[in-house]
């Protein structure tokens, strides 16, 4: 009897249960027994989880978050990590391991994979910046909050003639901060891609203040950095991520502005009433139910994780080429991360 191991890890992201449940769909049409470790790699680390059934994952496509529980466990800062993985596997009777996961959680799988042991990749993010993919399930649903939220905002920001400052998740790239901003008509969207100084945001502002625009709506994802301004150093995560939430991007931007116009004596009076909001939509884009997209394509990589395992192609991840779930190499997947490129930034850039 052949078996198998599957976990998530990292945040969790809408989509994942739709995973879930096409790779055990497939692999048990053909026989094979799925293992389901609790809470990413610690639960390989401590050997937690259960043996899965058909039962279990019927319908929970529709569901947001995962079944199976998640963690940032780096098994790589484990005394001991790669081989208690491996004596884990041994002990279960699995001839390899479906990971679920973004950079991190793959970046483990494919040192694992480099040990000898038998890894499978689908790349969850709602950032979407997995290379060798050209969408990543999240992203879709994510991005869909987002723009919700901007366009819930303009009419408050109108009303009160304010500016809001709206942070996304995107620590590395700008993806979703720049689809819900061109989707909801953000007047300026930052990206960690293309850094701007504060004064080039504040012209922007300054202009449309001067031009009788009752309110200017930000869209920046957390991982932008100002041009010419050095990051503070912040605490870090098991991968060494730095633990963005704690910077207050969003309220500090909102702050600069406000009091830059309100100290701006070239404006006429009613620059003292001048007001910024920030607005953090953090965790709410990540919850909740999953998209019909998320859902469709979780489940075609889910599907897609189910044949590798079965016709034994270990070192691959899945991916999505066009309308195509293809087949991609771990190793450069989570080598080279994909970023905002310009042609599709000049095109939010033209309605600033």
Partial sequence: MR???ILTGGGDCPGLNAVIRGVVTRCMKDGIEVFGFHAGWRGVIECDGHWMTLKEVESIQTQGGTILGSSRTNVMKIENGPEIVRTTMEALGLEGLVAIGGDDT???ANQLRKLGMNMIGVPKTIDNDL?????TFGFDTASNIATEEIDRLHTTAASHARCFVVECMGRHTGWIALQAGIAADAHLVLVPEFPMSFKEIYEL???RYVRGE?????????G???KDEAMEELETD???NALLLHRELARGLAERIEKAIRTDETLDKRREHFEARSVVLGHLQRGGAPSAFDRVLGTRMGVKAGELVVNNEYGNMVSLR???IAVADLERAVTERKKVDKEFYDVAALFF
Avoid: H, P, Q
């Avoid at 290379?131 to 969408?135: K, L, V, Y």
């Avoid at 009752?214 to 957390?222: L, M, W």
């Fill in 3 to 5: 078996k198998i191991g």
């Fill in 106 to 108: 793959l970046g483990v």
């Fill in 131 to 135: 290379s060798c993919t050209d969408w």
């Fill in 205 to 207: 502002v300054r202009n």
């Fill in 214 to 222: 009752r309110y200017t709506i930000i869209a920046v994802a957390e």
């Fill in 224 to 226: 932008f950095e100002f």
């Fill in 238 to 240: 098991m991968f060494g």
């Fill in 322 to 324: 066009g309308t195509n």
